[in-house]
Each structure stands twice: as C-alpha cells, then as structure tokens.
C-alpha cells in the first residue's frame, strides 16, 4: 500500500517541476535582454562621458606661448600660458611635459629643456580655474639652423597636455598636443644686422610667432 502512495505523490510533482522549468526557461531570454540592454546603456554612457571629455580638451582649454627672454647663460625661458575659458565647467590638467626643437636643413634637432623652480611643476596636476603660467628653460647651441626668418631660428615647440574630469581619473584621459612655431632670435645676433635684413622700422622683436604650419 506505501508504495502506490510514494507514486501518487511523484505525480502530484511533476506539474509544479514543469511549470519552475518553464518559468525558468522563459526567464532566461528575459534576462539576457535586460543585461545586454543594461551593457548597451554602459557603453554609450562611456560614449558621451568620452565626448564631453574631448570637448573640454579641445574647446574649453586654451594654451599658447606668453614669452620667451634671455637668461644670465644666455639660454631661452619659455612661458606657456594655459586657461580654461569657461571655468563653469570643471576639469583638470596634468602639468605638461614640452619639447623644443629647432629646424637643421629638412630636420627638427630636439635641444635640451629643463624646469626651473616653479609653483606648477611636471607632472603636477591643477583644477584649472584660473590662467596660470609654466616655464621652461632651453638650450640651444646649434650654429648651422635654417632661417625662414633672415637671421632667426626656425623653432618648434610640442606641448603635451593630459586632461581629465577627475583628479585621480579612473576612466577616460585626453591627451591634446599642441605644436607653437616661432622665428627665434640667437644670443649672439646684431640687431643693425637684423634689422636690416628683415627691414624691422623699430626695435628688434627676440622672437615672432607664427601660426601651425
């Protein structure tokens, strides 16, 4: 007599196991839609976050050349201004890393550039709220530099700046880089001399911009 009861309650079973298997069945495709949904949501979330991103790189953060003098060694101070144009918006800079080279013939010749004491240092970074000024200094002992300018250096100027909305950023950086392009008068230059040559009506500029190039 146990036995034919055992059965009887297996069958009372199966209906509840089939309807669990169903159910789970059915759930599976439900919820591979709502996590790849979810993925999808990610992703161009990332999408926008990178593209607010870059517009602050390239529109919002300004950087160019402020000055360059002489020093007591006759080497070059370099002072790059950079500035964030709308300061509503929030972000930071990594203090960049820049390169000096000066044309030789058809080729760019990288001089020496160190950091003088400064209160934004290399590697540093600032929320930038306001315009601020980095120097560099740069050597330049080449003789036989190309003259686009009669009697001036032909120099290029890279400026590597990392940008982030975050400063300990754990997602997206943008690297911009500029390049300043500038005629460069030498130390020992005469100034009748260039003045002469480049039929300069005044005082002899230490050095003249130029657009990218």
């Known amino acids: 007599m146990s036995r034919p009861a055992v059965r009887m309650r297996g069958r009372r079973r199966w209906p509840w196991l089939l309807a669990a298997a169903l159910l789970l069945g059915a759930g599976l495709p439900l919820a591979d839609h709502f996590a790849g949904r979810y993925q999808a949501q990610l992703i161009e979330a990332r999408k926008e976050a990178r593209a607010r991103l870059e517009k602050m790189g390239w529109y919002y953060l300004r950087a160019d050349i402020a000055d360059v003098r002489y020093t007591e060694d006759g080497r070059y101070r370099l002072s790059v201004w950079m500035e964030n144009v709308f300061p509503e918006h929030d972000f930071f800079v990594m203090m960049p890393a820049m390169?000096?080279?000066?044309?030789?013939?058809?080729?760019?010749?990288?001089?020496?550039?160190?950091?003088?004491?400064?209160?934004?240092?290399?590697?540093?970074?600032?929320?930038?709220?306001?315009?601020?000024?980095?120097?560099?200094?740069?050597?330049?002992?080449?003789?036989?530099?190309?003259?686009?300018?009669p009697g001036y250096m032909h120099v290029l100027i890279n400026n590597v700046?990392?940008?982030?909305?975050?400063?300990?950023?754990?997602?997206?950086?943008?690297?911009r880089s500029d390049n300043y392009y500038l005629h460069l008068r030498p130390a020992n230059a005469n100034d009748d001399d260039l003045r002469r040559r480049n039929n300069f009506p005044g005082e002899v500029p230490l050095f003249v911009t130029m657009p990218p190039h």
């Open 99 to 149: 390169r000096v080279f000066v044309q030789v013939g058809p080729q760019w010749r990288e001089v020496p550039v160190s950091e003088p004491p400064q209160r934004y240092a290399e590697g540093s970074v600032v929320n930038l709220k306001e315009k601020i000024v980095i120097e560099r200094v740069f050597e330049v002992s080449l003789k036989d530099y190309f003259e686009l300018l």
């Open 161 to 175: 700046m990392f940008l982030s909305d975050d400063a300990e950023p754990k997602h997206d950086i943008v690297e």
